[in-house]
């Protein structure tokens, strides 16, 4: 199996910027899409950046050219570096996997793999 850690969230001025870590351990060979949601009090889970295996990554419209996503397979860490922070990228972020498990070997698998979550909070 396979466990997601979060780090690096806090509180930051609105202006500021944070790094937000997930750590991947166990069967992490089986991973292959990591992405970075989050989700505010009462609404749903929005995707907010991915990043293959390969190094292709993808970033929402919101956050273009102020976060960064990046990936560290020798230490199975992704990384989420966020600049210029507003107070409406306050929320709780979630790292989330993707799984191979339509592969022989990663059969074992669960289709997906959330980390518990980390609270980021901007003040204006």
């Known amino acids: 199996q396979v466990q997601l850690v979060e780090s690096g969230g806090g509180l930051v001025q609105a202006g500021g910027s944070l790094r937000l870590s997930c750590a991947a351990s166990?069967?992490?060979?089986?991973?292959?899409?990591i992405a970075w949601y989050r989700q505010v009090p009462g609404k749903e889970r929005d995707l907010v950046a991915s990043?293959?295996?390969?190094?292709?990554?993808y970033l929402v419209d919101s956050v273009k050219g102020r976060f960064t996503i990046s990936r560290d397979n020798a230490k199975n860490t992704v990384y989420l570096q966020m600049n210029s922070l507003r107070p409406e990228d306050a929320a709780n972020y979630y790292c989330?996997?993707?799984?191979?498990?339509?592969?022989?070997?990663?059969?074992?698998?669960?289709?997906?793999?959330w980390g518990q979550g980390i609270q980021v909070t901007v003040s204006s």
């Open positions: 166990g069967d992490t060979a089986c991973l292959s899409v």
């Open positions: 989330n996997a993707d799984s191979m498990n339509y592969r022989s070997d990663c059969a074992q698998h669960q289709p997906y793999y």
């Open positions: 990043i293959t295996s390969g190094g292709s990554t």
